[in-house]
């Protein structure tokens, strides 16, 4: 019979907002309390809730990786006080990052302070088509290379050989977990963990084509300290601790809706924020677009998106979402860095105008973007939700304020995202 646990089992850390709810939902799907803290909690934040699972959610991804080591390792240190039994470090299932980093600096920092010699990376979701195959990303038929992902603005993906990638970022020796092994289930993974090892090999990329690969990898890693990945690694890790008696059965209820104004901001440049975007338009619904050049004209944009909210009378969506050839032609001028800290900036003060407003109910498509935003609205802790899409739950947070949030990866999500996230914030009503 499962029991509850005095203490969160799993300590996760992860490197944006979005990918923060994306693996807070993987874990409620799989029978964990979940609890998402927007930066590290502060203290007494998280006293009064249950808990199985605490995800905290730093804006790290395109920091320094001296920075996003610090900052993971103060997060580490607050959940290794809290004795959490295992730790996670999520990261995109497009595995974002550059020749700089942060993913391999930040594994590695964590692996040291945790003591321990071996993690694996996989960042596989086969239910939004990402799958890894003798250590190349797949994102459903391409390579990551050759998807769209080699424009991204700030990390720009131009090899989808993931051990290479890794190695680039990390002096410990990067190996591989070949599919032939995963296929044979959780014992040869362990049994090919252990020859890694004596290999040298201190990080492993992980092959996975499907969810049931997941669950395997998961199951073979369960005494592992320090895992890494995307959301989908967290498949199985629920069913570890329910094993062993610690994991209490929840109820799926849906929560309740928020009252109040509603409200979409766009800010990725993906591929499918690009393709919401357009399906928003082509209903004829009320939009308008953020130019940076503006912003850094000095025009009053915040202004004019306000007073277009309001003056439109029904829900708008305000976006930044731009084509890769728009995107690098404000980048030539602005440069890149300057360029994505106005966009997020702008949408933030949108997003806080709005509230003060009487906004409410928030659908945000971008990670950066959705951490400007829910910073702007000085949102700390959310509870998460049911699922609107793979990889997207419906959140609300905590306070004497609730507000509903869908905070959107830029690459996850159908073309009709937009509709469905923002009924389910208003309980189901269109």
């Given at each position: ?11 996760c ?16 799907r ?16 998280l ?19 001296v ?19 295992q ?26 302070a ?27 038929d ?7 992902m ?27 977990l070949?599919y ?14 252990e020859?890694l090892r004596?290999e040298?090999?201190?990080m492993?990329?992980?092959d996975?084509?499907?969810d ?10 369960a ?6 990945g995307g ?26 809706a928020?009252?109040?104004g ?23 619904r009320p ?15 915040v202004?004019?998106?306000?007073a277009?909210a ?14 890769p ?29 709005l ?13 950066e ?8 609205l ?9 699922q ?8 609300v ?10 905070l ?18 208003a309980?189901?009503?269109?």
């Amino acid at each position: 019979m499962s029991t509850s646990s005095p203490r969160p089992l799993l300590g996760c850390i992860a490197d944006d907002f979005t990918g923060a709810t994306d693996l807070a939902n993987m874990l409620v799907r799989g029978g964990m309390r979940t609890v998402q803290s927007i930066g590290i909690p502060a203290e007494g934040d998280l006293a009064s809730l249950d808990a199985d699972a605490i995800v905290i959610a730093l804006k790290s991804r395109t920091l320094p990786a001296v920075e996003a080591v610090e900052q993971s390792l103060e997060a580490l240190a607050w959940l290794q006080a809290r004795s959490c039994e295992q730790i996670f470090f999520k990261y995109c299932s497009t595995f974002d990052s550059t020749e700089r980093g942060n993913i391999g600096q930040v594994s590695e920092a964590l692996l040291q302070a945790l003591g321990s010699d071996f993690t694996l990376a996989c960042p596989a979701f086969p239910e939004n088509g990402r799958t890894i195959f003798r250590g190349h990303l797949f994102v459903q038929d391409q390579l990551l290379n050759e998807c769209g992902m080699q424009n991204h603005p700030l990390t720009p993906m131009a090899d989808a050989n993931l051990v290479r990638v890794l190695q680039a970022q990390t002096p410990l020796k990067v190996g591989l977990l070949r599919y032939d092994a995963v296929a044979q289930g959780a014992a040869a993974v362990r049994a090919r963990i252990e020859q890694l090892r004596a290999e040298g090999v201190s990080m492993a990329i992980a092959d996975a084509v499907s969810d049931a690969d997941l669950y395997t990898l998961g199951e073979a890693c369960a005494g592992l300290p320090l895992l890494t990945g995307g959301s989908g690694l967290a498949l199985g890790l629920p069913g570890n601790f329910r094993a062993a008696g610690k994991l209490r059965d929840i109820d799926a209820a849906e929560q309740a809706a928020v009252a109040g104004g509603e409200v979409v901001l766009a800010g990725s440049a993906s591929i499918a924020t690009n393709g919401q975007v357009a399906a928003w338009l082509e209903a004829g619904r009320p939009a308008l677009r953020i130019d940076p050049l503006a912003l850094a004209d000095g025009q009053p944009v915040v202004e004019q998106a306000l007073a277009f909210a309001q003056a439109a009378g029904q829900t708008v969506l305000i976006y930044a979402t731009s084509s890769p050839d728009e995107v690098k032609a404000v980048q030539a001028k602005l440069g890149v860095e300057r360029a994505g800290a106005m966009v997020e900036e702008a949408l933030g003060q949108i997003a806080k105008g709005l509230y003060n407003a009487g906004t409410r109910r928030f659908v945000v498509a971008g990670g950066e973007t959705s951490g400007a935003v829910v910073q702007a609205l000085g949102v700390s802790l959310l509870k998460i939700g049911a699922q609107i899409d793979p990889g997207v739950p419906a959140t609300v947070s905590s306070g004497a304020t609730p507000i509903a949030l869908a905070l959107k990866s830029g690459n996850f999500g159908g073309r009709d995202f937009f509709s469905k996230a923002l009924s389910q914030l208003a309980g189901g009503r269109q």
